[in-house]
T-cell receptor, first 115, second 112 residues
Framework: AQSVAQPEDQVNVAEGNPLTVKCTYS??????LFWYVQYPNRGLQFLLK??????LVKGSYGFEAEFNKSQTSFHLKKPSALVSDSALYFC?????????????FGTGTLLAVQP | DGGITQSPKYLFRKEGQNVTLSCEQN?????MYWYRQDPGQGLRLIYY???????QKGDIAEGYSVSREKKESFPLTVTSAQKNPTEFYLC???????????FGPGTRLTVT
């Protein structure tokens, strides 16, 4: 069965430093991959997606993600972190079963950016 | 609001009481979803609906019911005891197959 894993519960980074939030996936076919961000007591906001094409995907708020098929990874990156980037980040993969848009979410990674 | 609203933002429920959470979207999209977010477990799918008058169970449908009488509305009723004192429910819609989902602001449900 398809799944995503976010191996880090929390990532700490200093403001201005590059950040990486890790995600690995397991699917039998071609993956549809997504990143979302959640601020406290809010819904999830879509950041970016990979369906096909370039392995480097650019998204909202300066975030990008690199799709690596050989490593089955889809890590979220940003060259220079801001304190306002502190939030909970979720990776998700589309469920391959049936013609639906069901998503399977990782457990989330809390990003803390220190000033 | 990104085209999708949830109400109320906070809801209090007594043991054994059924409550209904509202989810409305004004963008004429077919597919809608309900998730429960539990700390450390991410989001888990409760129910989803691809078209009016049709819906499917997700991974944790027990203790919940839904209806889809109108395209813009997908209410969720909590019918049995919650696992946790406070739970956070998220509603979403998607535009087309393969595309991302867009989420409402959520409802926090507390057992009193």
């Amino acid at each position: 069965a398809q799944s995503v894993a976010q191996p880090e519960d929390q990532v700490n980074v200093a403001e201005g430093n590059p950040l990486t939030v890790k995600c690995t996936y397991s699917v039998s076919g071609n993956p549809y991959l997504f990143w979302y961000v959640q601020y406290p007591n809010r819904g999830l906001q879509f950041l970016l997606k990979y369906i096909t094409g370039d392995n480097l995907v650019k998204g909202s708020y300066g975030f990008e993600a690199e799709f690596n098929k050989s490593q089955t990874s889809f890590h979220l990156k940003k060259p220079s972190a801001l304190v306002s980037d502190s939030a909970l980040y979720f990776c998700a993969v589309r469920d391959e079963g049936g013609a639906t848009n069901k998503l399977i979410f990782g457990t989330g990674t809390l990003l803390a950016v220190q000033p | 609001d990104g085209g999708i609203t949830q109400s109320p933002k906070y809801l209090f429920r007594k043991e054994g009481q059924n409550v209904t959470l509202s989810c409305e979207q004004n963008l004429n999209h077919d597919a809608m979803y309900w998730y429960r977010q539990d700390p450390g477990q991410g989001l888990r799918l409760i129910y989803y609906s691809q078209i009016v008058n049709d819906f499917q169970k997700g991974d944790i449908a027990e203790g919940y019911s839904v209806s889809r009488e109108k395209k813009e509305s997908f209410p969720l009723t909590v019918t049995s005891a919650q696992k946790n004192p406070t739970e956070f429910y998220l509603c979403a819609f998607s535009i087309a197959s393969g595309d991302e989902q867009y989420f409402g602001p959520g409802t926090r449900l507390t057992v009193t």
